[in-house]
């Protein structure tokens, strides 16, 4: 299933209100106001892997609660209100590769809280409510794009309520959100343009809340986003009839407010105000993807360390690498972290069964390290819990004369989901068995003993960059030879993007996994040795979007 996850945002700007569209060639508008006054400016970017490279921020007009369109045909429409007042008027602009310039203003309404949409034939739907203190009316209007002017069709009264914002797509349909008047909830209605009206379905709640924003594809996947106590919430559904399906609750994915959300060609752009920092405006972007299926042919993985999904959580969330850490109990296995004891063995088995069962045409790699209480009497036992819960998905044999590193995704996964399980201790050289392929790091003695090597050094600092230059220097330094045996390559180079406190790890992750997006684009694709990176190794891997960034990665590099 498709599904977004917008994740943890970085700063672009400061301002309030941004609102934000996206066209299917990746070029992103924004619109935000200033501080304190009614300065209105606007801002151009380009997609860059799963970041957004920005241009200038630019005056274009005074006014308060801007709100912008962009269709796939060069065409913008911006709607904003007067200074003090009620009136609303609205911005034609032409789209080019440089950015936007704008025709001159137009009042068409009254009203306040605008704000618009417009597809690929030019059509527009705008929404607002009325000024007046006496009525909470939202009211929309159907346009047509003509030259440096919009054709107007009269406005009419759809409901009651609050702070409207609307989307439409190439078939005509639209969907609005508002939120409610006298409570906390955020409403949708479902419709499509006929003529010079909308018919819209009946309006329906679908969350507590305030300040919603939606977003629509032409396959009528439905985007929406929203506020509540400081907190951004997500929730992704389908178009069926009048009413939308949604396809799981609310998701939580950062701190702010009053967010705006775009979509186009699969990748979606949120935008919002901070709830904390004076000011500060905020963007994430995230894939239209199924992240339980995103591997490319010849692509290898995202290392993800998370403490808030289970296994099959992080599987269908993308993670292609574990470091799973075995205990012998006395009794049972189970996994452990230190003298933390996790889940039991058997759990995090059935985990991956249950995820291998699903189907997907993925490989992911199922790394055994830091045995505990396990030896040469009872890893059998060890190993034939593993082989009766997935020996059915597990790599057995490598492609001929080549590293098991070195083969391709389609040779793994040709009959299907494919796990490869690597035993980091020399108790799968002393009993091999096929399937349990030996696994050691670049720096050890016996390399030349394993069938796959990877370079994992995290930087132990809880600086965030202390670790980047750490990392990156790492990166420039790795030469795809290990370190004591420079005749074994060294297979893999793992980017360990963490921060290393003595306790409470997610405060001091969110800074590490805002930057990962913008900092695989600083970082070149390739080393002075012609070198990549192969894998991630984050906390918190949904917060990070580390398969949006693997996925972003692998069409550049083209594994």
């Keep these: 299933m498709k599904d977004v996850f917008f994740g943890l945002a970085e700063q672009y700007d400061t301002g309030s209100i941004p609102n934000v569209a996206i066209n299917a060639s990746g070029q992103i508008l924004e619109v935000h106001k200033n501080e304190e006054g009614y300065k209105l400016y606007y801002r151009f970017g380009n997609l860059n892997k799963a970041t957004v490279s920005w241009g200038s921020s630019h005056h274009y007009d005074d006014g308060n609660t801007p709100a912008v369109a962009m269709n796939n045909r060069g065409v913008a429409v911006e709607v904003h209100k007067n200074q003090a007042g009620s009136t609303l008027y609205y911005h034609v602009g032409d789209v080019s590769s440089n950015g936007v310039s704008w025709h001159s203003s137009h009042k068409y309404d009254s009203g306040i809280e605008p704000h618009v949409a417009v597809n690929d034939d030019g059509i527009v739907v705008e929404v607002h409510k009325t000024q007046s203190p006496f009525s909470n009316g939202l009211y929309y209007h159907v346009g047509q794009v003509n030259g440096s002017k919009v054709d107007w069709h009269s406005s009419h009264e759809y409901d009651s309520g609050s702070v409207p914002q609307v989307a439409l797509n190439n078939n005509g349909f639209v969907v609005e959100v508002h939120q409610s008047q006298s409570k906390s909830k955020v409403w949708y209605h479902v419709g499509r343009v006929n003529g010079s009206k909308i018919d819209f379905g009946s309006s329906h709640e679908f969350g507590s809340g305030t300040a919603p924003s939606v977003a629509l594809t032409d396959d009528e996947i439905v985007i929406a986003v929203w506020s509540q106590g400081g907190k951004l919430y997500q929730r992704q559904g389908q178009i069926s009839g009048t009413q939308i399906d949604w396809q799981s609750d609310a998701v939580e994915f950062d701190d702010g407010q009053r967010p705006s959300v775009g979509i186009a060609n699969n990748t979606a752009v949120q935008v919002h105000p901070s709830e904390t920092i004076l000011y ?280």
């Design 280 to 559: 500060g405006l905020w963007y994430s972007t995230s894939m239209l993807t199924n992240r339980a299926s995103w591997m490319y042919k010849g692509g290898l993985a995202v290392f993800g360390k998370t403490q808030d999904l289970s296994i099959k959580g992080q599987l269908e969330a993308g993670v292609r690498y574990f470091d799973l850490r075995p205990k012998w109990t006395g009794s049972k296995f189970v996994i452990h972290h230190g003298p933390i004891t996790g889940p039991d063995l058997s759990e995090v088995l059935s985990d991956i069964r249950a995820y291998c069962e699903q189907g997907h045409k993925e490989l992911a790699i199922l790394k055994f390290s830091h045995f505990d209480g396990i030896n040469s009497a009872n890893y059998p036992a060890f190993r034939q819990q593993v082989e009766d819960a997935i020996g059915s998905w597990m790599v057995k044999t490598k492609p001929e004369d080549k590293r098991l590193a070195e083969g391709t995704l389609s040779e793994y996964v040709n009959e299907g989901t494919a796990m490869m399980v690597a035993i980091g201790n020399d108790l799968a050289i002393d009993q091999p068995q096929q399937g349990f392929w030996v696994y050691k790091d670049w720096d050890s003695e016996a390399v030349a003993q394993a069938d796959l090597t990877v370079f994992d050094e995290y930087s132990k600092t809880i600086s965030f960059s202390s670790m980047k230059k750490d990392q990156f220097e790492k990166f420039e330094r790795f030469t795809g030879k290990c370190e004591k045996d420079p005749s074994v390559p060294c297979d893999l180079f793992l980017l360990s993007w963490t921060l290393t406190p003595p306790t409470a790890v997610w405060p001091v992750s969110k800074e590490a996994n805002r930057a990962l997006g913008s900092a695989m684009v600083e970082l070149p694709e390739k080393n002075q040795y012609g070198k990549i990176v192969n894998l991630l190794y984050v906390d918190y891997v949904e917060y990070a979007r580390a398969t949006d960034v693997a996925i972003a990665q692998n069409n550049t590099n083209q594994l």
